[in-house]
């Protein structure tokens, strides 16, 4: 069976796990206007607190975010935003039942306010860092301190929760290791990914300014064919010889081409099957892996023959990454925190907000781990090195890029990860809804309003078990992020918290209700999200 074949056999699941699986729908949209809701600060919050298994200990973090000039390697030396001088910041680790102490200090331009947001971890509802929604928001010049106890062990990251701060440099990893785990491996590279423009050839403020636009107003002409589909999916035909691949920014396009719109951030043709199309809306200049460009990449250094656990987070704004290393397979173990049954793989799908742990029995030489760019004509790479050899180039495309890949619907959880057979207790439907036409992304056909954020939630209540119909009406996949709880693929597939929806496609996600506040469920690309594709997931008081 070909490469290609091969992977339409392992992705006809993605998108339609569990669809059709155990209870029918109660209720269509799981809005609850006018219920009393649980607050972040109620006594239901602090309760569930006492109930987690504690250590004693505390590991305590102080995070300055600041203006900094940073070194991405290669002479790209861009202005940024980012935590103590550094992308990605440090590393922050503690043990599974330790208390969190972090203390944010705002020292941002232009009275920016920010936060944190502990992606991932089931936490303290008053700690998740949204504003307004679950804390007020940082001021410049202020301190808030974020503490809470982590009890589920896992590979995280934590990132602000302010406009599309996410797009800039203020993010680091979030480890929780359990003392008790029986993989054995003998060492660790944590392996962050992201897609960068900040400083470079914009701001993220920029980009988002121009995707609002929306392309409903641009005369195409001729280029853009009949079969645009309003264009919502991008199928742009060739753009009038428009410069489609990844490597740098396009100038701006003039008035005559675009109908007067800005053309200078948003990305055409970027097609993907393993995405089901269009697979992103921004061209970005550079994917780093580890905070390094790919002309001049981070380097592990390492012996053969030993077994390496690569922590991989993709921690961009618009980009999922195809990852693989060059003459080895990868044996996937957990994602986004969670054990999974053992499965060997040449590669794998990484959607912006997802994790997966790895496990790489090491060869000797230098060899490249690729992040390519979904769809985008371009990648991030670092090096293994265990021996002689030289450096490949920047866009080198190792063939286990196109082997076997496979992806979380085709995953099965861990048996002691399991969740406990039960009758669903209700069952709301999340429909994905927008386009590009007139950029106005949104879950259920409503914008999330920040400044309302109680408005239209989707109410559960504390003892349920819940079901999530996401059904993807848009042309674009949406990879979909429940905070302070972890869900379940269908029946019997890994538990995550965030998901990849393809087009037109639907998914069954399963979860407990455990952990009462509010929480936002939304897409994680960051302008789909911003623009209002977001909800609040609120326990009934």
């Known amino acids: 069976m070909n490469s290609i074949n091969r992977r339409s056999v392992l992705l006809a699941g993605l998108g339609a796990a569990g669809a059709g699986a155990l209870a029918a729908c109660t209720n269509a949209d799981g809005s609850g206007s006018g219920t009393a809701l649980i607050g972040p600060n109620a006594s239901a919050v ?4 006492k109930k987690r298994k504690s250590t004693g200990h505390q590991r305590k973090v102080t995070l300055t975010a600041a203006p900094a000039m940073i070194d991405l390697g290669g002479g790209v030396m861009p202005r940024t935003w980012a935590f103590d001088g550094r992308t990605p910041g440090r590393e922050v680790r503690l043990s599974v039942g330790d208390t969190l102490v972090a203390e944010l200090s705002n020292q941002l331009p232009n009275k920016t306010t920010t936060s944190i947001h502990w992606h991932g971890i089931a936490l303290r509802n008053d700690m998740d860092g949204v504003p307004p929604a679950t804390q007020t928001a940082v001021r410049p010049g202020s301190t808030f301190t974020y503490r809470f106890l982590a009890d589920a062990p896992g590979t995280y990251f934590f990132h602000p929760h302010v406009g599309v701060q996410l797009d800039r440099g203020l993010y680091a990893p979030l480890i929780v290791e359990d003392p008790k785990e029986t993989l054995a491996y003998d060492d660790e590279w944590v392996v962050l990914l992201d897609d960068w423009i900040d400083g ?3 701001t993220p403020d920029e980009v988002y300014s121009e995707l609002r ?4 107003g641009m005369d195409m002409g001729e280029s853009a064919g009949s079969g645009s589909s309003g264009m919502e999916g991008h199928d742009m035909g060739d753009m009038g010889g428009m410069d489609m691949g990844g490597d740098s920014a396009p100038p701006a396009a003039s008035a005559s081409s675009s109908g007067g719109m800005s053309m200078k951030f948003m990305l055409m043709g970027a097609e993907s099957d393993l995405l089901g199309g269009d697979a992103g809306d921004v061209k970005y200049p550079h994917h780093l892996i580890n905070g390094r460009v790919a002309a001049d990449p981070d380097v592990y250094t390492g012996k053969p023959g030993k077994k390496v656990r690569l922590r991989i987070i993709n921690a961009g704004g618009d980009t999922a990454y195809r990852v693989a290393l060059g003459g080895h397979k990868l044996t996937i173990t ?7 049954r053992h499965q060997e793989v040449e590669a794998l799908l990484v959607g912006m907000g997802e994790r997966y742990d790895v496990l790489v029995t090491l060869g000797d030489g230098v060899f490249p781990l690729v992040a390519l760019a979904e769809g985008k004509n371009a990648n991030g790479l670092a090096l293994v090195r265990t021996g002689s050899g030289s450096k490949p180039p920047a866009t080198v495309r190792p063939k286990e890029l196109n082997g076997m890949i496979m992806t979380a619907s085709q995953l099965r959880a861990a048996d002691d990860v399991l969740l406990k057979s039960a009758k669903t207790d209700a069952t709301h439907q999340i429909k994905l809804t927008g386009g590009m036409d007139k950029y106005n992304w949104a879950i259920n056909g409503r914008p999330f309003d920040m400044k309302d954020p109680e ?3 989707i109410v559960i209540e504390e003892g349920q078990r819940v079901r999530l119909d996401f059904i993807n009406d848009t042309d674009m996949w949406h990879p979909m992020h429940l905070h302070g709880h972890t869900y379940q693929l269908g029946a019997s597939g890994p538990r995550k918290d965030t998901a990849i ?10 979860l407990d209700a455990d952990n009462p506040g509010q929480w936002m469920l939304h897409c994680h690309n960051a302008y789909h999200g911003e623009a209002g594709m977001m909800a609040n997931v609120a326990y009934r008081g």
């Open 46 to 49: 602090a309760a569930t607190e």
């Open 200 to 202: 470079v050839t914009g």
């Open 213 to 216: 636009q929306g392309m409903g």
């Open 334 to 340: 957990h994602t986004d925190g969670f054990p999974v």
């Open 455 to 457: 408005a239209n939630p």
């Open 501 to 510: 929806v393809l087009p037109k496609k639907k998914l069954s996600v399963f």
